[in-house]
């Protein structure tokens, strides 16, 4: 889930947090201040956790010189949450605490879920308390001292202000300043330990992007990378295709009720536990469980009947509007062809891949290497005209190659021309079914990094059709649907009966979704060792660590767009 944070971007002021993130990381407050991303992580929810109490507003604020707790004990007051801005600093920002310290001076104190500096301040905190000091001078109050209580160790660290911290302060404000309005986002800090902790570290990518680089001095194509984007994601999905059901809501569990009179027991899952809900056709969505997705970054997903994907439920667009500008800037330019270019490259590598592997003793040489020539003047192709046409030619080769490795199980799985509206054959009515959740999934990724969907590089914008997932998607087709489909044939999990014939048109039963939907899940949950960057990965990961990669691309920081190729 991506979302702002609600004291960044008011106007011309930074935020007094942005500038502790320009102190820890000038790029992770390019990511957060001008990109606009906020993702979580154990850290970010625990500290949420530990200022529960000082985020609630509450006690009371005297006007400067009205609260002299020297007067005694009834005098002493304290605030919470207090929210304090300056022009003439540039800074805006919440105060966990206003404590009184006696003759009228006052002390902002901050909450911190971690340990001290060996008994002092962090440098980023230190900025950030005498921010906060400045902002309670400026409106009257006395300040000679600032604290962080470090909640981890149970300690409160108290500093004495003077010109030397102010000075650092304001030339913290100044940086943060000079870094926003740069062209480009600061370099990755280098093999720093910061960066495993940072809950910005799978949209940083900081070793990934180093090693991609732009900038020669900054490329180290032989340095290992950490892995910072986990193997596999902590939510699951959830599918419901019952006609007439109901999704509701029942505390903390989302329930899928099956229609009144109908067979089947109602279905319960803990909406902690989702990071999808994927409804087919008529399926009724209460509107709690519209709210609970949009607040928890449950991404609700709405099919027809036959697998064709309609779109999503979403509650605010993200913030990420230079990356769309660069995105629309690039359609139609020589960048968009060199990223069409790697995409379909890519494909027909990966598509050749796969009949490689499956190819048995029938399958011709000459297709193979025909395919690795279609593939080689694909990434040379000097117009999109000659690039569709690379792609059609090999997509020529490939469907005919593949419908013989489908065919050997039967006739009845060859395919008859790739169709889809209708699918005309069982192998066509499985692939249709299984892209439409590819389209989702690439949907769901290019989104998450700020792409607009229906903006393609490649694919040319149509009315309704999210083009820029269908660019994600190029690679991953052959690795991700045409695989699953050949595998459910060859191990006969799905059989000629499991489908309805009507005229023209082939659809899957009931159960034949249900087995199709889950080997696409099996798949997806499968990891895979990036052939760039070495570490282990499921697809549904690589999906969005591929389209942050494009993202990198299009703002300049990368030489040239991501490839994926397995071996």
């Known amino acids: 889930m991506e979302t702002h944070d609600e004291e960044s971007g008011r106007g011309d002021l930074v935020a007094v947090r942005d500038v502790n993130a320009h102190v820890f990381c000038p790029r992770l407050f390019w990511l957060k201040h001008v990109e606009g991303i906020w993702l979580d992580n154990e850290h970010t929810i625990e500290g949420r956790h530990v200022h ?15 609260g002299d707790a020297s007067a005694g004990d009834d005098a002493a007051w304290e605030t919470r949450s207090l929210w304090l801005s300056s022009t003439a600093l540039g800074v805006t920002g919440r105060i966990d605490l206003v404590d009184t310290r006696g003759d009228g001076r006052v002390m902002p104190v901050d909450t911190k879920k971690g340990r001290s500096d060996d008994g002092a301040l962090w440098a980023p905190d230190r900025v950030q308390l005498v921010l906060q000091a400045l902002l309670l001078r400026e409106a009257g109050y006395r300040v000679e001292e600032v604290a962080a209580w470090y909640h981890a160790e149970r300690r409160r660290v108290v500093v004495a202000l003077d ?25 990755p800090l280098v093999g720093s330990r910061r960066c495993m902790g940072c809950s910005l570290n799978a949209a940083c990518l900081p070793d990934e992007v180093r090693r991609l680089a732009v900038a020669e001095e900054l490329r180290e194509p032989d340095a290992e990378v950490r892995r910072v984007v986990p193997p596999r994601a902590d939510r699951i999905p959830l599918y ?72 999503r439920v979403v509650s605010t667009r993200n913030r990420q509007v230079h990356v769309r500008a660069a995105q629309f800037g690039a359609v139609g330019t020589a960048s968009a062809l060199v990223v069409a270019r790697r995409l379909v490259a890519d494909k027909v590598a990966n598509g050749r891949t796969l009949l490689r592997r ?30 569709l046409g ?4 090999a997509a020529r080769r490939y469907w005919g190659a593949y419908s013989d490795l489908v065919g050997r199980e039967g006739d009845a799985f060859r395919l008859r021309g790739r169709t889809r509206r209708p699918p005309r054959d069982r192998t066509n009515a499985m692939l249709s079914y299984a892209y439409g ?7 769901l990724a290019v989104e998450a990094v700020g792409l607009d969907a229906h903006c393609g590089l490649y694919h040319t914008a149509h009315h309704g059709r999210p083009s820029m997932a269908l660019d994600l998607m190029e690679p991953f087709r052959p690795l991700v649907v045409d695989s699953v489909v050949l595998q459910l044939v ?13 005229g023209q048109e082939v659809r899957l039963k009931p ?11 099996r798949r997806m949950d499968e990891t895979v060792t990036h052939p760039e960057f070495g570490y282990a990965i499921t697809y549904r990961q690589l999906l969005q660590v591929h389209a942050r990669l494009v993202v990198r691309y299009l703002l300049g920081e990368l030489e040239s767009p991501p490839s994926f190729r397995t071996r």
């Not at 989302?254 to 409804?279: F, Y």
């Not at 190819?359 to 990434?379: C, I, K, N, S």
Request: net charge negative; glycine share 12%.
């Open 52 to 66: 529960r109490r000082v985020d609630r507003p509450g006690g009371r604020m005297p006007a400067p010189g009205e």
């Open 163 to 187: 010109d030397a911290l102010v000075a650092e302060a304001e030339a913290a404000v100044e940086a943060a300043r000079v870094t926003r309005e740069g062209e480009r986002a600061p370099e």
């Open 240 to 311: 419901v295709q019952q006609q007439g059901a109901t999704v509701r809501l029942s505390k903390e569990e989302v329930v899928v009720q099956p229609r009144s009179g109908e067979e089947g027991a109602e279905r319960r899952v803990g909406l902690g536990h989702l990071g999808q809900i994927n409804v087919y056709g008529q399926v009724h969505v209460t509107g709690p469980v519209l709210r609970e997705c949009m607040d928890r970054g449950v991404d609700l997903n709405f099919f027809s009947q036959g697998g064709w994907y309609r779109g």
């Open 358 to 387: 499956n190819r048995g003793e029938a399958l011709d040489e000459d297709v193979l290497r025909d395919l690795r020539t279609d593939g080689r003047l694909a990434l040379e192709a000097e117009s999109a005209g000659s690039l």
């Open 390 to 393: 690379h792609e059609g030619t």
């Open 437 to 443: 959740m590819l389209t989702k999934d690439c949907v």
């Open 490 to 502: 060859r191990r006969r999990e799905l059989g000629e009966g499991d489908f309805i014939v009507a």
């Open 511 to 521: 159960r034949s979704r249900r087995v199709l939907i889950r080997a696409y899940e």
